[in-house]
C-alpha cells in the first residue's frame, strides 16, 4: 500500500458524459501528478500540482481539467468523454519535485470504460 | 521529450541476467527507474541524479551516463519476481523539472 487513495476503483460510463477521479495524495507529500495509460500502453504524463498550484502540464486535452484543493487532494475532470478516453488513470505523490529526486508514490488507478 | 527504452520486451529464464537501457536526446538531469506488474500500480526502483551514479538494490542496479545522455538498468541472476514492465521516467534540463517523463517500457518476463 503506497498511502496514495484513488476513488473509484472503475468507473464506466457513456460517450458525451463528465466524470470526476479523486486522488488522496500520501501525509505530507505536497506534489501530485495524473497519468493516463491506455492498453498496454506507457505511462502519458497529464498534469501536476504542487501545494494548490499547477506546475506542470503535459499531453492533457482541453477536455480535461484538474486542481487541487487546500487539503492537498486533487480531483481530475474528463469531459464530453470519447471511446478513446478509456484507460487507467494513476494519481501519484511525492513529497517534492522530481527534478530534486523525489520518489513518486502511485496510487491503484482509476479505470474508466467509455462506451 | 520522451525517452527511448530498449529492448521492448524480453523473455529469461530464471537465473539469467538482462540490461534495459533508456535514452534520450536531451540532457538528462536525472533518471528514475520503476516496475509495473500487469493491472497493478508502478512500483519505484531507483533515482539515479548524477552523471556517472551507479545504485543497487540487493540484484537489480543502474548506471547514469550523463554524457551519452542515457541510463541503463541491469537484473541479475532473474527470479520470477521480477517479471513486469519496467519505465524509466526522466527529467531534462530546461524543463520545469519538477514532473517525469516514461518511456514506453520494457516488458521483461521470466520463466522458470
Known amino acids: 500500500d503506497s498511502g496514495v487513495t484513488q476513488t473509484p476503483k472503475h468507473l464506466i460510463t457513456a460517450t458525451g458524459q463528465r466524470v470526476t477521479l479523486r486522488c488522496s495524495p500520501r501525509?505530507?507529500?505536497?506534489?501530485v501528478y495524473w497519468y493516463q495509460q491506455s492498453l498496454d500502453q506507457g505511462l502519458q504524463f497529464l498534469i501536476q500540482?504542487?501545494?494548490?498550484?499547477?506546475?506542470a502540464k503535459g499531453n492533457i486535452l482541453e477536455r480535461f481539467s484538474a486542481q487541487q484543493f487546500p487539503d492537498l487532494h486533487s480531483e481530475l475532470n474528463l469531459s464530453s468523454l470519447e471511446l478513446g478516453d478509456s484507460a487507467l488513470y494513476f494519481c501519484?505523490?511525492?513529497?517534492?519535485?522530481?527534478?530534486?529526486?523525489?520518489?513518486?508514490?502511485f496510487g491503484p488507478g482509476t479505470r474508466l470504460t467509455v462506451l | 521529450q520522451q525517452p527511448v527504452q530498449s529492448p521492448q520486451a524480453v523473455i529469461l529464464r530464471e537465473g539469467e541476467d538482462a540490461v534495459i537501457n533508456c535514452s534520450s536526446s536531451?540532457?538528462?538531469?536525472?533518471v528514475h527507474w520503476y516496475r509495473q506488474k500487469h493491472g497493478e500500480a508502478p512500483i519505484f526502483l531507483m533515482i539515479?541524479?548524477?552523471?556517472?551514479e551507479q545504485k543497487g538494490h540487493d540484484k537489480i542496479s543502474a548506471s547514469f551516463n550523463e554524457k551519452k545522455q542515457q541510463s541503463s538498468l541491469y537484473l541479475t541472476a532473474s527470479q520470477l519476481s521480477y517479471s513486469g514492465t519496467y519505465f524509466c521516467?526522466?527529467?531534462?534540463?530546461?524543463?520545469?523539472?519538477?514532473?517525469?517523463?516514461f518511456g514506453k517500457g520494457t516488458k521483461l518476463s521470466v520463466k522458470p
Open positions: 501525509s505530507g507529500d505536497l506534489s
Open positions: 521516467g526522466t527529467v531534462n534540463y530546461g524543463g520545469s523539472q519538477g514532473n517525469l517523463i
Open positions: 501519484a505523490s511525492s513529497v517534492g519535485l522530481a527534478g530534486a529526486g523525489n520518489e513518486q508514490f
Open positions: 539515479l541524479l548524477k552523471g556517472g
Open positions: 500540482y504542487y501545494n494548490g498550484e499547477e506546475r
Open positions: 536531451k540532457a538528462l538531469y536525472s
